[in-house]
């Protein structure tokens, strides 16, 4: 019987066994019985994931249920979320953890040593300036660090937000030159995503827009 004063629960008993194949077939021989008014299924209720971080419960993650979804999978490193956008805060603390690393570029010596077309390409690619730099000019927080943070900025470090990729990796496909860093305009969003395609990313955020009218 339930653990409870209410005297209306007294006669409701409650079974537990490990079976669960056999619980519908239970179920039908317990209200057969003549003295059983209704017989049904407890389901057994658990917690969704939660993580750590400061402001993880942001409306966009509870909208779209990500805690259930972290439930089944968190993601892993080797799922590329190339950011076709302006440019990355590479240093930020919730950015910095989650920046791919090229396993087949030896950093720094001017050779293109996985022949994908890019040199040095060891954390991204400047497309704009057709370099190998795609940090924020400045170390200002622009419009690429936000949307890479909410797809995968680092999870359960106890700081800033949680992402809805939690354990997948963030590369950085700057289409903003430098110079140009100030104004609205993406200068190559193209050659960002050529990059994206070259190394293998197995998707690409875009966030942007534009006009154009044909005369």
Same mark, same amino acid.
């Given at each position: 019987p339930f653990r409870t004063p209410d005297p209306r629960l007294q006669s409701v008993r409650e079974i537990r066994f490990g079976n669960f194949e056999l619980?519908?077939?239970f179920l039908r021989e317990w209200e057969a019985i003549s003295n #059983?008014?209704?017989s049904e299924a407890v389901p057994i209720m658990r917690s969704h994931y939660t993580p750590n971080d400061v402001s993880w419960l942001q409306w966009h993650l509870t909208t779209i249920g990500a805690n259930q979804a972290w439930d089944f999978t968190k993601g892993n490193p080797n799922i590329l979320i190339?950011? #076709?956008?302006d440019a990355l805060l590479m240093t930020h603390e919730d950015m910095a953890p989650k920046i791919y690393t090229n396993p087949n570029e030896i950093p720094g010596n001017g050779i293109d040593d996985d022949n994908n077309g890019f040199i040095d390409d060891v954390?991204?690619?400047d497309a704009a300036d057709n370099d190998n730099d795609p940090s924020s000019p400045g170390g200002?927080?622009?419009h690429g660090t936000h949307v890479a943070g909410i797809a995968a900025a680092a999870t359960d470090n106890g700081t800033g937000i949680a992402s809805i990729g939690f354990n997948v990796s963030i590369v950085p496909c700057k289409s903003k030159l430098d110079a140009n860093i100030g104004n609205p305009n993406l200068d190559n969003t193209y050659g960002?995503?050529?990059y994206a395609i070259a190394?293998?990313?197995d998707a690409a955020n875009m966030s942007f827009g534009g006009s154009f009218s044909i005369t």
């Amino acid at each position: 019987p339930f653990r409870t004063p209410d005297p209306r629960l007294q006669s409701v008993r409650e079974i537990r066994f490990g079976n669960f194949e056999l619980m519908d077939g239970f179920l039908r021989e317990w209200e057969a019985i003549s003295n #059983v008014e209704y017989s049904e299924a407890v389901p057994i209720m658990r917690s969704h994931y939660t993580p750590n971080d400061v402001s993880w419960l942001q409306w966009h993650l509870t909208t779209i249920g990500a805690n259930q979804a972290w439930d089944f999978t968190k993601g892993n490193p080797n799922i590329l979320i190339a950011i #076709v956008d302006d440019a990355l805060l590479m240093t930020h603390e919730d950015m910095a953890p989650k920046i791919y690393t090229n396993p087949n570029e030896i950093p720094g010596n001017g050779i293109d040593d996985d022949n994908n077309g890019f040199i040095d390409d060891v954390n991204g690619w400047d497309a704009a300036d057709n370099d190998n730099d795609p940090s924020s000019p400045g170390g200002a927080f622009g419009h690429g660090t936000h949307v890479a943070g909410i797809a995968a900025a680092a999870t359960d470090n106890g700081t800033g937000i949680a992402s809805i990729g939690f354990n997948v990796s963030i590369v950085p496909c700057k289409s903003k030159l430098d110079a140009n860093i100030g104004n609205p305009n993406l200068d190559n969003t193209y050659g960002a995503l050529d990059y994206a395609i070259a190394i293998g990313a197995d998707a690409a955020n875009m966030s942007f827009g534009g006009s154009f009218s044909i005369t």
